[in-house]
């Protein structure tokens, strides 16, 4: 995963699970997307200020690798990687890995670019502070 990346911990709620007892394929997404949101706060970037100012970032792809499933209770890290790809897009590479043995569950990439009045992709310079 490149250099030390940002890591969010958190715990697997009961109403995230399916009737199988493992964590729901869709609720993975929640997980990867808050630890971004929780990225960008550590960066000094606040993702309803971006908004507000007009610095529309958007998911274009997002590729999951689901390697093992979550249970209710399961306490987990998901880490986060930034890097830019061509001169639009960033991409976050992220884990989740279960804390009581590390094992990894999913490797994610998310590709994301910033809209300029939500039609032309550009990448503002509030975005540098990723890199």
Known sequence: MGKTPFTADLQVR???CDL????NNAVYQHYLEHARHEYLNSRGLDFAELTALGVIIVVI???LDYKQA???GD???VSVCVKKLGRLKVVFEQEIRRLSDNELMLEASITAVSLKEGKR???PEE???LL
């Open 75 to 77: 306490r987990f890290s």
């Open 61 to 63: 792809r997002a590729e």
């Open 121 to 123: 992709p550009y990448f």
């Open 70 to 72: 979550l249970r209710p």
């Open 127 to 129: 975005l540098e502070k």
């Open 20 to 23: 199988q007892g493992i964590v």
């Open 14 to 16: 009961d109403y995230e």
